[in-house]
């Protein structure tokens, strides 16, 4: 299958600076990727679709002020957590879906393990 | 998207067929099947999709019932290695796949 990539794999800040996660799509054009949080022991919920080119599209409950997510092309999306708490710290993960597969898999990154102090 | 329900947790002997069933009588006519696995501390990996016909691929087979309200997942000779939590989706597109609490399988030695 199609590879995604996620960078870092993990990351220690300290409370109030930011942190941007990055995920690539390495083999394959993506025209819109997802980010996704997860607490220990919780199910993965969606916080934002993203669209290359275009703003992100925020799910409920997501401040998109303090999650920032930037696509500025098919192979590369950021997601930035600003000034950021150790309420944030969690698990973000980042799928990918190439041009006209819709209708099949999304390939999902290897996840980005954010502590924060 | 159509919710899911699945059991919290099984168990498997290694070397035997893991058989994962997932409820999804709400499900509509144009919203496929997903099955995704998430290994400890890792991203989803997919393992198959369908929509009415049964499939089969190198990880495993999903059988999906006639009436499309149920599908189980079938891992044919599972391995410690296929221990995970293991995700039921019924979605239209696999855009913005809603993830439920899944099925943690643990394989026995």
């Known amino acids: 299958g199609a590879v995604v990539s996620q960078h870092p794999s993990w990351v220690i800040c300290k409370s109030g600076t930011s942190v941007k996660i990055e995920c690539r799509s390495l083999?394959?054009?993506?025209?819109?990727m997802f980010w996704y949080r997860q607490f220990p022991k919780q199910s993965l919920m969606l916080m934002a679709t993203?669209?290359?080119?275009?703003?992100?599209?925020?799910e409920q409950g997501v401040e998109k002020d303090k999650f920032l997510i930037n696509h500025a092309s098919l192979t590369l999306s950021t997601l930035t957590v600003t000034s950021a708490h150790p309420e944030d710290s969690s698990f973000y993960i980042c799928?990918?879906?190439?041009?006209?597969?819709?209708?099949?898999?999304?390939?999902f990154g290897q996840g980005t393990r954010l502590t924060v102090v | 998207d159509a919710k899911t329900t699945q059991p919290p947790s099984m168990d498997c002997a290694e070397g035997r067929a893991a058989n994962l069933p997932c409820n999804h009588s709400?499900?509509?006519?144009?919203?496929?099947v997903y099955w995704y696995r998430q290994i400890h501390s890792q991203g989803p990996q997919y393992i198959i999709h369908?929509?009415?016909n049964n499939e089969t691929n190198e990880m495993a087979s999903l059988i999906i019932t006639e009436d499309r309200k149920s599908s189980t997942l079938i891992l044919p000779h599972a391995t410690l290695r296929d221990t995970a939590v293991y995700y039921c989706?019924?979605?239209?597109?696999?855009?913005?796949?809603?993830f439920g609490q899944g099925t943690r399988l643990t394989i026995n030695p």
């Open positions: 799928s990918a879906i190439g041009q006209g597969r819709q209708n099949t898999e999304a390939f």
């Open positions: 083999d394959f054009q993506a025209t819109t």
């Open positions: 993203s669209n290359e080119g275009s703003k992100a599209t925020y």
């Open positions: 709400t499900i509509s006519g144009n919203e496929y």
């Open positions: 369908g929509l009415k």
């Open positions: 989706i019924v979605s239209a597109t696999a855009q913005k796949l809603v």
